[in-house]
């Protein structure tokens, strides 16, 4: 089977390029399938991710004003589609230019749309009226655009009702790796990933770590991740003074070996669209404190079983489970065992048969 991918690029560290890297890859390694990747603008940019030889990138090139940039992404997604006759086209773009693409093509092809995010992240935090206006209409157009495709996949059922559309599936992301050896929980580190910025909540995160801090100052938190100088977040964790014990690192390619070095992970989004960072560590057994946020968590964590869902927001609540899972090792060792079980079902070989039974479905 030929399938295309439609994105905007796959050159960076975030989620998006993590996941795609995944099932491209093991849809052409493992399942056979020929794969095509359209991009935007890579000019021949080294990948962050590794993804299989096998498959054929096309980079299509969009510049200048708006009218000169919707111009030539009209005609490179034409050219591209009409060059390589896919059986099934998988659309990967969370803008609002992804929508149109079944009413740019005009042979009938299976066209998938998978978002990544929620439409809270799109909001933000306190949108101002003329954003909540702007989004009205956004969110107006992509609903009515979003029944144009064959299939709209969704990661979490809570972002289901977010569409209130008949062709809406639910494929969680797939783990990137799992590993026989977990996390031996014995260091005094506990790790976030993600990029800066006001989704991740990070600002959140210091404040309870100066409540941790205090109570215990042999431990250190390690947060990977794209830096954000308006972020400010060295500044505030030097307000608080816990710069000695917060370090700032910059996505590294080995974050498994950094999983495996920590005995804790702290999830402080805002809002999420699923949580693939919070998989990897359960899948490496570091037991996971989240706050319950929309939407990914609660459908990835079973509270005081695998993991701490805590109330959105809640910084001194996020404390102290951090504390609890510190002062307990048995603890941390019993949520990792049961995080590291629980997490099979995102296995690769579970989630993308899913995706290889829907592509066929389509092609019937």
Known sequence: MKLLYITNGIKGAAGLERVLSIKASYLVDVLGYEVHILMLNNNNAKLFYEFSSKIILHDVIV?????????KYIYGIKATVKKINPDVISVCDDGLKGFFIPKLISNRIPIIYERHV??????????????????FFKFLIMNYLAKSFDKFILLTKDTISEWNIKNSKVIPNPLSFFSINSALLDNKKVIAVGKQGIQK???RLLHSWKIVQENHPDWELSIYGKFDPKSNLVSLSKQLNIENSV???KPVKNIKDKYRESSIFAFSSRFEGFGMVLIEAMALGVPCVSF?????PSSIIKDNEDGFLVTNGDADAFAEKLMVLIQNKDMRKLMGGTAKENVKQYLPETIMPQWDKLFKELTQ
């Open 118 to 135: 929620s439409k809270v992240i799109e909001l933000g935090i306190k949108p101002s009226f003329i954003k909540k206006v702007k989004l």
């Open 63 to 71: 510049n200048g004003n708006p009218f000169q940039y919707i111009r």
């Open 201 to 203: 909540g990070y600002d």
């Open 247 to 249: 370090h700032f690192y």
């Open 292 to 296: 319950d946020c929309p939407f990914g």
